[in-house]
């Protein structure tokens, strides 16, 4: 989802994944969690799926090595609805 690209040749398809760096992430999850911050104003009860998810969010650089595990860590999660 976030890293991998198709293109079709003539060849056939090729296939392949881009490098990532944190700075890509933190943009990506900053926007994220500014999009749904909607979701945890204090008058709204926050699902705990999302609750999960903002918080996998906030900890991603802190729980992983690098920023292109991060991103496949995020493309794997199911992000609710």
Known sequence: MFR???KTTDE???EGEYN???EW???HRDQ???ES???AVKDRVLPNAWRAFRTFLRDLPQ???SAND???AWAAYDIPE
């Open 4 to 6: 991998t690209w198709k």
């Open 12 to 14: 056939g398809v090729e």
């Open 25 to 27: 992430i933190r943009k």
């Open 37 to 39: 911050d909607w979701r």
């Open 70 to 72: 991060a991103a496949d």
């Open 32 to 34: 994220i969690l500014e």
């Open 20 to 22: 990532v760096d944190w």
């Open 63 to 65: 729980n992983f090595d």
